[in-house]
């Protein structure tokens, strides 16, 4: 068991930029979540996997932001035509099913600074 | 829609008991789980209660009432490491049995 591993850890952008964090959950963990997090604030729920399927988006969620996870395996988070709203902490969790499905797993998050 | 409150800010003396409460409102209530986060740092999971009652983990344990919509987080012989946030977070069908987070309890320790 490795954890929840992110990267890039920090990010600084200019507006209008576009930008890719990846995710590599633990490897056997099916279930995949990316939220964002701001100072003082608690996670906001942005998607989910089960597998390679995205199963949920946020309603609030601007059509800007798209994730992929291919194989099931490892997972990208894209933020297209970045604005100073979008930064923000970024952090990536993961689970198993079933009767473990409620403890998720962070990683340490990929900081984007929007400028 | 749905909310969750719990104090912004809570602080105790080490040694001490703690309780940290966490109310909510929401529709299809299904789980409610606890988190911690240092500065900088990651969540991580401390419990989660889909019945009522007491769950116990340790030094950690925490209570639900789904008819009192209310939930706590009681911390037992605290520990200067025990300086960290706590998040109550709640699977509803409000969300889509997506976890919705309250804003977070900031406890701090003192010798």
């Known amino acids: 068991d490795t954890g929840v591993s992110q990267d890039p850890r920090h990010k600084i952008t200019k507006r209008g930029q576009n930008v890719t964090f990846r995710c590599d959950p633990i490897?056997?963990?099916?279930?995949l979540y990316w939220y964002r997090q701001t100072l003082g604030q608690g996670p906001e729920f942005l998607t989910y996997?089960?597998?390679?399927?995205?199963?949920?988006k946020s309603r609030l969620l601007s059509d800007r932001f798209s994730a992929e996870r291919p194989k099931g395996s490892f997972s990208t988070l894209e933020i297209q035509r970045t604005e100073q709203g979008d930064s923000a902490m970024y952090l990536c969790?993961?689970?198993?099913?079933?009767?473990?499905?409620?403890?998720?797993?962070f990683g340490s998050g990929t900081q984007l600074s929007v400028l | 829609g749905q909310s969750l409150e719990q104090p912004s800010e809570v602080t105790a003396v080490e040694g001490a008991i703690v309780q940290i409460n966490c109310t909510y409102q929401?529709?299809?209530?299904?789980?409610l789980s606890w988190y911690q986060q240092h500065d900088g740092g990651a969540p991580t999971f401390l419990s989660y209660n889909a019945l009522d009652g007491l769950e116990e983990t340790g030094r950690f344990s925490s209570f639900l009432s789904r008819s009192d919509s209310y939930g706590y987080l009681l911390l037992q012989e605290l520990q200067m490491k025990d300086s960290a946030s706590y998040f109550c977070?709640?699977?509803?069908?409000?969300?889509?049995?997506?976890?919705?987070w309250g804003a977070g309890t900031k406890l701090i320790i003192k010798p």
């Open positions: 929401t529709s299809g209530f299904y789980g």
């Open positions: 996997f089960q597998n390679e399927a995205q199963l949920e």
């Open positions: 977070a709640v699977r509803s069908l409000d969300s889509n049995y997506q976890l919705i």
């Open positions: 490897s056997e963990h099916n279930r």
């Open positions: 969790a993961s689970s198993l099913g079933g009767d473990s499905a409620e403890k998720l797993f």
